[in-house]
């Protein structure tokens, strides 16, 4: 008995001094960690979320060094601009068993629990909740906020544009409010009867609505009643309606019909555009059927022909999108077909080098473009007052396609397109706007016609109180053969010559302005600004740099937040300072800037 009694009191004895000298040996076995269990995490691989964790599989299980894990995890989502990602710790499940730790972390990335619209008084909350790149349910992110705040500022049924994210103190979910201001899209006018010549009156009435009964669509009418001495009078007729979410998709549609003097015109078209940086694609298909008048000119600006031209067109395009918001590739498969008939109106010896031919031209063509850009935000840039969203960057564009016999054109030849365009800016301050294009149709034995287009323009803003733009244009065609003019008068930056005023090959536009704002409030912008033009027009290569078409003038700058646009209206007075021209000013109204 004796013996059992001792033998029992040094087991005990011996546990006890174990467990008293060698502690660590025991728990370290039970703090091993086993597994580690991710949850909730949807746009974060668990493989990217291990990687920034020191805490691993069998390793001791330390609570600090998690905390610090976590803190990492958190940073990592708000770098990415998952601003309200968060680990979730009433599901954050520790459990200890006698083979060592399992742990289980739940992580909140920032879902959408609710979206409410605010200042729409006409819109209704639908048609603009749609057009937000997250909804209820979403996982919010910075980039989709700002990129839906875009989408929005450039609704022309919007004025303003703001989105604001909270995370809700009870549920834990993000709280999404889109302020908006709705603005006057009913858009009438009325032009009474006037005498153009000595016997024709015309009255013009239009009515366009950009937000029809509040639900995004589009509707236009417009009726022209001409009265002529010794002819009926005639009553024209205009109607268009475009419909850009189609049940909600992403799908739109849109057509017109316009009567006209010598015929009828339509248009319908298909689409479904690059909505987002983020659209993987997009795709469209129009068809349309069009008579004009086409003008000839003299080198005076003297009409000296007319045709008659019947247009036919079918086209379709199918672009697919590679990369990211920041950088993408496009390419693109397009066709299209066109069938031009030119009717002269009198007839007569031609009094011009006009050679407007009839063609039939059935061409398919690929395209490939590549883009660079960031947004920033600014004010009195292109527009009085609203907000602008200035896409910063490059891009690059070539569009090549082949007509041919074998498929219905009247010849077989190609047609080449490049493009480029650059935005760049010093302090938000001053901005730089280059613009180039260049189009050539060619075959296997010559070059046909060609036109060299580019455009730089530097915009410093808040200089004295001012904002001062500098432009310099050019057109240049060549091989045209009477296939093509350039034109410049009034409608293409010579502000003190009439509409038309000049016609040539080549030319060379510069226009500086001086624009302040004098006058800003809720519903109404006053500005005015100081401009002079100088321009070139030739032929060829025999330009004469003494020999510029200038003018000078002043003008006032209207705009209001509440019209649906924002436009710019403005009203020149313009001095030709030529000898032949300097006592007939020139007084234009336009809508938009200038340049």
């Known amino acids: 008995m004796k013996y059992k009694v001792s033998r029992y009191i040094l087991i005990c004895s011996f546990l006890v001094l174990t467990n008293f000298h060698f502690p660590p040996l025991l728990h370290a076995e039970l703090k091993l960690i086993r597994n580690i269990v991710l949850t909730g995490n949807r746009f ?78 006409r819109t209704q909350k639908n048609v603009i909740v749609r057009e937000l790149l997250f909804q209820v349910g979403s996982i919010y992110k910075t980039e989709d906020e700002f990129e839906s705040e875009r989408i929005l500022r450039r609704k022309p049924y919007l004025g303003s544009a703001e989105i604001f994210a909270t995370r809700d103190s009870q549920s834990k979910l993000v709280r999404i409010e889109v302020a908006v201001t709705d603005v006057w899209t009913i858009m009438p006018t009325l032009d009474l009867p006037t005498p153009i010549t000595g016997d024709r009156f015309d009255l013009l009435i239009t009515l366009s609505d950009s937000n029809l009964l509040g639900l995004g669509n ?46 009828d015109s339509w248009q319908a078209r298909l689409y479904r555009p690059l909505y987002s940086l983020q659209t993987k694609w997009s795709g469209e298909s129009s068809f349309s059927e069009s008579i004009d008048l086409i003008h000839w000119y003299d080198k005076n600006g003297k009409k000296t022909d007319t045709f008659e031209r019947h247009l036919y067109i079918r086209s379709g395009q199918i672009i697919r999108v590679f990369g990211n918001r920041y950088r993408r590739t496009l390419v ?24 407007l031919t009839n063609r039939i031209t059935n061409r398919i063509g690929i395209s490939l473009e590549k883009v660079q850009r960031t947004y920033i935000r600014t004010r009195f840039l292109n527009q009085m007052g609203r907000v602008e969203d200035v896409g910063l960057g490059h891009y690059y564009g070539a569009s090549i396609g082949q007509a041919s016999r074998w498929y219905g054109s009247d010849q077989t030849d190609s047609e080449l397109t490049l493009s480029f365009a650059s935005m760049q800016t010093h302090r938000k301050q001053i901005f730089l706007n280059t613009l180039m294009g260049f189009v050539t149709n060619f075959d296997k034995k010559q070059i046909y016609s060609s036109i060299l287009t580019a455009l730089i323009k530097v915009t410093a803003k808040d200089l004295y109180y001012q904002t001062l733009a500098l432009q310099l244009k050019t057109a240049m065609g060549f091989n ?15 502000r003190g010559y009439r509409q038309i005023h000049f016609s040539g090959e080549k030319k060379i536009v510069i226009n500086a302005e001086s624009r302040t704002v004098f006058w800003e409030n809720t519903y109404i912008i006053l500005g005015s600004a100081a401009f002079i033009d100088i321009g070139y027009i030739w032929k060829d290569i025999d330009i004469d740099i003494w020999d510029p078409k200038r003018s000078i003038g002043f003008g006032l700058r209207f705009s209001s937040p509440k019209l649906s646009g924002f436009q710019v209206y403005r009203l020149d007075l313009a001095f030709p300072l030529d000898r032949e021209n300097r006592s007939k000013p020139v007084i234009s109204y336009a809508v938009g800037q200038a340049f």
Do not use: C
Request: charged share 25%; aromatic share 12%; no cysteine.
């Open 44 to 121: 974060i691989s668990d493989q990217q979320i291990r990687d920034l964790m020191v805490t691993n599989v069998n390793q001791t299980y330390n609570p600090d060094l998690l905390e610090k894990d976590f803190q990492r995890i958190i940073t990592f989502y708000q770098d990415n601009g998952y601003r309200f990602a968060r680990i979730d710790r009433n599901t954050l499940f520790t459990k200890q068993f006698s083979e060592g730790v399992y742990l289980r972390i739940h992580i909140d990335e920032g879902k959408i629990g609710g979206i409410i619209v605010t200042g729409n008084r």
């Open 218 to 263: 589009s509707a236009g009418f417009r009726f022209h009643q001409i009265h002529e001495s010794e002819e009926r009078t005639r009553n024209l007729w205009s109607f268009s309606h475009g419909v850009p979410r189609i049940f909600d998709s992403h799908w739109g549609i849109y057509g017109v019909y316009t009567q006209k003097r010598v015929g």
């Open 332 to 355: 693109g498969l397009w066709t299209k077909s066109s069938r031009s008939i030119y009717f002269k109106t009198k007839e007569g010896i031609s009094l011009s080098k006009a050679n």
């Open 480 to 494: 045209l053969d009477g296939k093509g003019q350039i034109l410049l008068g009034n409608l293409h930056g010579l």
